[in-house]
Structures are given as structure tokens and as C-alpha cells.
């Protein structure tokens, strides 16, 4: 079962999630700027690694430019919290064990994994404008390389 995907033009499903100190960040709070809502499958991980490092090497460049940055895993706080600190993050990441929200993004399903077919976190970017509508929905994207795309289709 693939939930739906978002396409531009929809409103981004308000989310309230813990992030790695257990602070609720919601979608809500950050209206009236752009931004940048990445889903990905795990904290630790190299691709997963690569993207959030990716994210916040650019995180000022991308600030400066009217964008945050939410970074969504099913992973509890405290392992974020790991995952901060091992690897230096600046990147704002909450936590969605229940996966209600990856799923309201069309971020959760059925996904191709080494010839598989899985069921799990589509790596997946929406970018949301400031009254709260979807510009961009990026689904399946790769790890590597990601982050200078969205920056060169935005126009940064």
C-alpha cells in the first residue's frame, strides 16, 4: 500500500514532531518562509549520512535564501540525537516512529530495493512555500548529489 503522493499546488499536511531534543518542530511554526521537507529511511546510514551533511553544509546558503530545512526520519529522538552529534549536523530532524507523517507525504510504500520490492521510506523531498502549498515534490530521489540539484532548480 503506497500512500498517496502530493503534487504542487496542494497543501503540505501540517505536521508536530519531536526533533533530536525532544522539542515539537511543527510545519506550522515555520509559515511565511520556504521550506525544505526531506524524508529519509535512517539516521546512520551512509546515504542518509551523506544527504543530512550534504544539507547542512548548504543549510546558510539555503537560509539566506528564505529556506529551512526539516529533515524527517522514523527514527526515535535519541538516535537522532546520536546522529547529530557523530556527525556534526546543523539540519533540523524530527522523528516519526508512527510514520503517520511520511505517510500523509506519500513518503512511506512500496519501494524497488536491490531488485525487491520493499515496503518502507522513499527517499523523498517536498518543498513547501510560505503560505504552506507544495512547490516542488520530489519523490524517489538519490542520496548523493541531491542537495546541489534542488539548489540549482531553485534558482540559488
Not at 61 to 74: K, M, Q, R, T
Request: hydrophobic share 35%.
Amino acid at each position: 500500500m503506497t500512500s498517496e503522493r502530493l503534487q504542487p499546488g496542494d497543501t503540505a499536511p501540517d505536521f508536530a514532531l519531536p526533533d533530536a531534543d525532544g522539542t515539537e518542530i511543527s510545519l506550522a511554526a515555520h509559515k511565511g518562509r520556504k521550506v525544505i521537507v526531506y524524508f529519509y529511511p535512517a539516521a546512520l546510514t551512509p546515504g542518509c549520512t551523506k544527504q543530512a551533511c550534504d544539507f547542512t553544509d548548504n543549510l546558510e546558503l539555503l537560509a539566506g535564501a528564505g529556506y529551512d530545512v526539516i529533515g524527517v526520519s522514523p527514527d526515535k529522538p535519541e538516535k537522532l540525537a546520536k546522529f547529530r552529534e557523530k556527525e556534526d549536523l546543523k539540519v533540523t530532524l524530527v522523528g516519526d516512529p508512527s510514520k503517520e507523517v511520511l505517510t500523509a507525504y506519500g513518503a512511506f510504500g512500496e519501494k524497488k530495493l536491490y531488485g525487491k520490492t520493499v515496503t518502507g521510506v522513499i527517499r523523498s523531498t517536498i518543498v513547501v512555500d510560505e503560505e504552506g502549498k507544495v512547490e516542488r515534490a520530489l519523490y524517489n530521489v538519490k542520496a548523493t548529489g541531491h542537495v546541489a540539484k534542488i539548489i540549482k532548480d531553485l534558482g540559488i
